[in-house]
Nanobody, 122 residues
């Protein structure tokens, strides 16, 4: 129903910045619409955790560990969500996954991107 294309990952020193992007493309004729988009991350040996979400309508939520450093935003015309990451720390190193929450009436489903690696050096 939807294709998520992520980009923007890379290697950066502590204190630096990166901007991730996730472009969502709905299948032609899809009955679903995007309710929310967000970013998760997973470090080696750890479970995937929520980083930030953008609820269509304008509200946002952040993990406590990234509040004040990360900002999620959306370009409505392009169906693209961005994650601006500032003051990066080594503990931010992980694979970052884009997430799309789709709805159609009372139905709800979730799709994931393939992930992009973010590495923060000391």
């Amino acid at each position: 129903q939807v294709q998520l294309v992520e980009s923007g990952g890379g290697l950066v020193q502590a204190g630096g910045s990166l901007r991730l992007s996730c472009a969502a493309s709905l299948a032609s004729g899809s009955i679903f619409s995007i309710n929310a988009m967000g970013w998760y991350r997973q470090a080696p040996g750890k479970q995937r955790e929520l980083v930030a979400v953008f609820i269509i309508g304008g509200s946002t939520r952040y993990a406590d560990s990234v509040k004040g450093r990360f900002t999620i935003s959306r370009d409505n015309a392009k169906n693209t969500v961005y994650l601006q990451m500032n003051s990066l720390k080594p503990e931010d190193t992980a694979v970052y996954y884009c997430n799309s929450d789709l709805v159609s009436g009372s139905y709800r489903t979730v799709y994931w991107g393939q992930g992009t690696q973010v590495t923060v050096s000391s």
